[in-house]
């Protein structure tokens, strides 16, 4: 709450807000300052000390648009920590996404600096039960996003490139190891096992499962461990340490390569809904599977902020994600310039 009344400079902001058709009060300023979204008053003027910077415009605006009655801004705060990149700002980020990567345990009561270690039998046994905790009353969905493109896209006429992995990521066969490897790492979880749930959800993909299960045996004979060379290798516990261990700089990079990306991709799939042709070439890429599909598109809201979590930690983690992601993001950016023509069939 504002403790005192407005300054001419606030009320300045507020008014020039309002031009654009925004409202803005001066409690929300003093929580934006707070929150470190908006700079302290200082440091709002100009060289000349008259009127308020351009980017402190923008960035009151911006806040205005995000802020709703009653709904949190979400991870659109973070983009701002983000932008900021100060060691300041890097703090409340970090705090944020290791929030929203334990959330999802905490609602299911799993406290995941609890989760007990080691390879003895009662260690594994807490460990599988406080997975099959995460998955109580969880229901999974006939289908995820790819799946229910793919029924869209039969009924439009519009022909979509054949999968390059399992047609529904949230199959229970899938989330039971994937809840496994998330409390006690992908030591928990046999390459094997994991193999066959992937062919009892993806039986048209047996070729490409056996091309894995090559490259498996390949680097096993050379000494290599795949399995512990994933990213899931400690677990959430692994990923978590990521975040909490990554230089500053680096994670306000990897947010703003991942918000942004987010963003773009909501525009492009809005294109899409008037040119359908876009999808296609979307789904072309290795990212459709690497990051569409896996929290590309992060709604405000708890599971956009687990996504976008998700996100940043591979962009630190996997060898390339980064890489591939800017990429992307210049693909996009393209397809946003200059979409492609609509064809008949579609």
């Not at 409690?27 to 709002?44: F, I, V």
């Not at 994600?321 to 393209?334: E, I, K, S, V």
């Amino acid at each position: 709450m504002a403790r005192t009344k407005p300054s001419r400079l606030e009320l300045t902001l507020i008014a020039e807000v309002e031009e654009y058709g925004y409202t803005v009060t001066a409690t929300q300023l003093e929580r934006w300052r707070q929150r470190l979204w908006l700079p302290r008053t200082n440091d709002w003027r100009g060289p000349d000390g008259s009127a308020v910077r351009p980017e402190i415009m923008k960035r009151a605006i911006d806040l205005a648009k995000l802020s709703a009655p009653g709904r949190s801004i979400s991870w659109g705060g973070w983009v701002f920590w983000a932008l900021d990149d100060t060691p300041e700002s890097a703090e409340p980020l970090r705090e944020a996404l290791l929030a929203a990567m334990r959330r999802p345990l905490e609602r299911a009561g799993v406290d995941v600096g609890q989760v007990p270690a080691g390879d003895s039998d009662a260690a594994f046994e807490a460990r599988e039960e406080l997975a099959a905790q995460l998955l109580r009353n969880r229901r999974s969905p006939r289908r995820d996003l790819d799946g229910s493109l793919r029924a869209h896209a039969a009924e439009a006429g519009v022909e979509l490139p054949p999968p390059r992995s399992v047609p529904n990521l949230f199959h229970r066969s899938l989330t039971e190891p994937g809840s496994r490897m998330m409390v006690g790492g992908a030591a928990d979880v046999s390459f094997e096992g994991l193999m066959d749930s992937w062919e009892a959800t993806w039986p048209e993909g047996k070729e490409m499962i056996e091309r894995i299960r090559a490259a498996h045996r390949e680097a096993e004979l050379t000494g290599v461990d795949l399995m512990a060379q994933s990213p899931m290798a400690n677990g959430l516990l692994g990923l978590m340490q990521a975040v909490e261990q990554a230089d500053d700089r680096l994670l306000c990079a990897a947010v703003r390569a991942c918000t942004k990306a987010s963003g773009t991709l909501a525009m492009v799939w809005t294109r899409a809904v008037e040119k359908p042709e876009i999808v296609p070439q979307l789904k072309n890429d290795v990212m459709w599977d690497q990051w569409v599909r896996v929290g590309g598109l992060a709604p405000f809201g708890a599971a956009g902020e687990a996504a976008v979590a998700i996100n940043t930690v591979q962009y630190l983690v996997v060898p390339g994600w980064a890489d591939d992601l800017h990429r992307y993001q210049a693909f996009m950016d393209h397809l946003l310039l200059d979409p492609p023509g609509a064809r008949p069939s579609a």
